[in-house]
């Protein structure tokens, strides 16, 4: 099985908002230039309560700037059902890369798609600002946005970038050496060093 690094944000749903977002995942879909058409169609969702949404969406062929990458837009809930440190239900909307495309053989980011990802975070972040936005792999997937729902902070910065809102600053001070980190009045940037070797940020001063 394929291992995947993910863009990720969350929103809270009920059932008056549900179809709103998924409007709007559509929308930043054809905005970074995927086809949307499975989240527009007139299908019963499987809607809020359940570990499944919109889990039927095809992998699509990508090309950027002639490197090819396989990207899979997906959405999930999370419930209080599901999950007892929830009180609410939310969304996960991501965006799921093939982590052997995305990296190079040490696990860096490759440097033709770098700024691709931080482009598609930065979309993403414009559109949904309720939680943050995460670039996350197979270990740490959904790891950030558990530990801030229950206010754990042991794994708060399992993530290898993320740009985050500014009314989490407080959450975030505590910043690791391994991250960089840059802020303006709106957001937080966040990138691991390791990862990237460059604050991602500055591709498009």
Request: overall charge negative; aromatic content about 14%.
């Amino acid at each position: 099985m394929s291992e995947y690094s993910q863009i990720q944000t969350y929103i809270k749903s009920t059932p008056q908002n549900f179809k709103n977002v998924i409007e709007r995942f559509a929308t930043v879909l054809d905005t970074v230039g995927l086809d949307f058409k499975y989240f527009t169609t007139d299908q019963e969702w499987e809607l809020l309560h359940t570990l499944w949404v919109g889990g039927d969406a095809e992998e699509q062929l990508y090309n950027n700037n002639g490197y090819e990458l396989h990207i899979r837009p997906y959405v999930t809930g999370w419930s209080p059902e599901e999950r007892k440190e929830f009180q609410d239900t939310w969304l996960e909307i991501s965006l799921l890369f093939l982590t052997v495309e995305l990296e190079n053989r040490i696990g860096q980011l490759k440097d033709e798609h770098k700024p691709l990802v931080w482009a598609m975070m930065e979309i993403f972040s414009k559109e949904f600002t309720e939680s943050g936005v995460y670039l996350t792999n197979e270990a740490t997937d959904g790891m950030p946005f558990e530990n801030l729902i229950s206010r754990e902070k042991e794994n708060i910065w399992e993530f290898d970038a993320a740009i985050l809102p500014e009314f989490l600053s407080h959450t975030y001070k505590d910043c690791p050496g391994e991250m960089f980190i840059n802020s303006n009045v709106n957001s937080i940037f966040v990138a691991r060093k390791s990862k990237w070797r460059t604050e991602p940020w500055l591709m498009f001063d």
